[in-house]
């Protein structure tokens, strides 16, 4: 019974820490500013890359930064794709709910998202990664 249990902790550890990375192939030449935790950093209309958790949930899609809900808006229509070639969609966007992640897009202020909830968002999203809950990137 016990090397059941440990063959399923091993198992579950594995599973749980797999990396998901998806990306643009062709991006315009921006800076992404990296801002981490410092919100001060942020500005109307500037290419960022943040790190937060990735909420999913009915009609709200956003990042839980540290002092701020960003709205998410994502363009389905140019897909992100991993390095198997899978195209990002809503499906596939529910594996990233709650894990902390790595981001880089358009940062635009004023209320928007559902029922103008949110005061930021982010689009013209280029990159999406998963990251340790320490902020370490997953290698």
Do not use: Q
Not at 55 to 63: G, H, Q, R, S, T
Not at 112 to 123: D, I, N, P, Q, V
Request: proline letters at 1%; one cysteine or more; hydrophobic letters at 40%.
């Amino acid at each position: 019974m016990k090397k059941v249990c440990l063959i399923i902790l091993i198992f579950t550890i594995i599973s749980c820490s797999k990396e998901l990375v998806f990306y643009k192939d062709s991006v315009e030449a921006h800076n992404y500013l990296s801002v981490g935790n410092n919100s001060h950093l942020l500005e109307d209309k500037s290419y960022v890359e943040l790190e937060g958790i990735f909420n999913m949930d009915f009609e709200n899609v956003y990042l839980e930064h540290p002092s701020e809900r960003i709205w998410l808006e994502f363009d389905f229509f140019n897909k992100l794709k991993n390095s198997e070639g899978k195209k990002l969609d809503g499906k596939m966007l529910k594996e990233f709910n709650g894990k902390k992640i790595k981001i880089k897009g358009k940062l635009s202020f004023g209320n928007t998202g559902h029922l103008s909830a949110y005061k930021m968002k982010l689009t013209e999203i280029v990159f999406l990664k998963t990251m340790y809950p320490d902020g370490a990137e997953m290698k």
